[in-house]
């Protein structure tokens, strides 16, 4: 018989967690009673232990809208590191109250990528946030190479280094900032000929960034003003989110408040493609609800305290450089050193 390792001690908790989620007050009082998980599941209804294998199931295959409770096991199994937490007794173990905040510490991170990394992935860490703010310490570890495959290792654990893949690792120098890009869309060549069906077509496109700040970073606001002011060159829309309320903070649209990112146009011959008119195929609200789609079907039990920046370019078929946040952001910082700026965000 194998000895438990860390894993094995959070899936007890893990088990803990889903137990406090779905019991009722007489059930959760019996949990307060007992020793031990066996003696508590002897005495427990065939619903309940039918819920449980059915969770348990569905947490393996990775595609269990309560992964979250994940992250508070992992909270769980390190209270001892913050003896300060307040808890209750469960089955003979201590598990975080909820009305304690709690963080994703790097001891947090760390047990996810070398303990589920069968579960967890750089295209689901937000799923295991609790704010933002953590959010931003595990981009910044992984911009630090924290979390990098190791040449010759034993252990077969994957990267989550992706920056072919991850739009947030392209330019790490955004990631200290603070500044977390999200998606981005569109960089075609403009296109102007004949279909295949002996029509005339032209197609724009303008590229785009979306990317989030947290609501407590003092830049956030300053850096929203300053790429407001671009007004020759970017058009710009940043809001904080209240569910259901999308509140606009900085709206630089230069009158058409739903700017086109696709439009297309046709015609019998290419001379009269200049008197077409144009026929949007992707506009702001469609990102929008892109985004609103994206979060719904993320189950993200993270909480939306950021602010969500959509940076389009204002001229068709011109790149849109993450850079150039950066940019505004070192301006804005001044003097501050390259070293205060990762420290700032960790």
Sequence with gaps: MRESNVR??????????FLVCQADTNMLARACQEESIDSFLRKSSVQFLEDCIKFFKAF????????????????????????????????GARVVTENVPQK???????????HFHDIVGWW??????????DLVMVRVLIACRRYESVDGSTDDIPSWQAPDEDVSQENVSAVPHSFI????????PESSGESKKGIAEERQTRSY??????????????LAQELSERIGRLQILVYGRDNPVRAALFVSLSGDQNPWVKRTRSALTKEALRSQEWTVELS???????????????NVSMARDYYEFIIIERFPNRKFDLAMVVDALAKLKGDMGYIDIWSYAI
């Design 181 to 188: 890009a999200v998606t981005k869309g569109f960089f075609d």
């Design 209 to 222: 960034l979306v990317g989030r700040m947290s609501r407590q970073d003092p830049w956030a606001r300053k």
């Design 104 to 114: 994703m510490d790097p001891w947090g991170w760390d047990i996810l990528l070398k």
């Design 8 to 17: 094995d001690f959070v899936i007890r908790f893990l088990f803990y967690e």
């Design 60 to 91: 393996y295959e990775g595609r269990n809208s309560k992964l979250y409770l994940l992250r508070n096991a992992i909270c769980d199994y390190l209270l001892d590191l913050y003896p300060q937490s307040s808890s209750i007794a469960i089955l």
């Design 124 to 133: 689901n860490l937000h799923s295991f946030a609790f704010r933002f703010e």
């Design 284 to 298: 702001l609200e469609n990102i929008l609800d892109d985004l609103e789609l994206m979060y719904s079907l993320a």
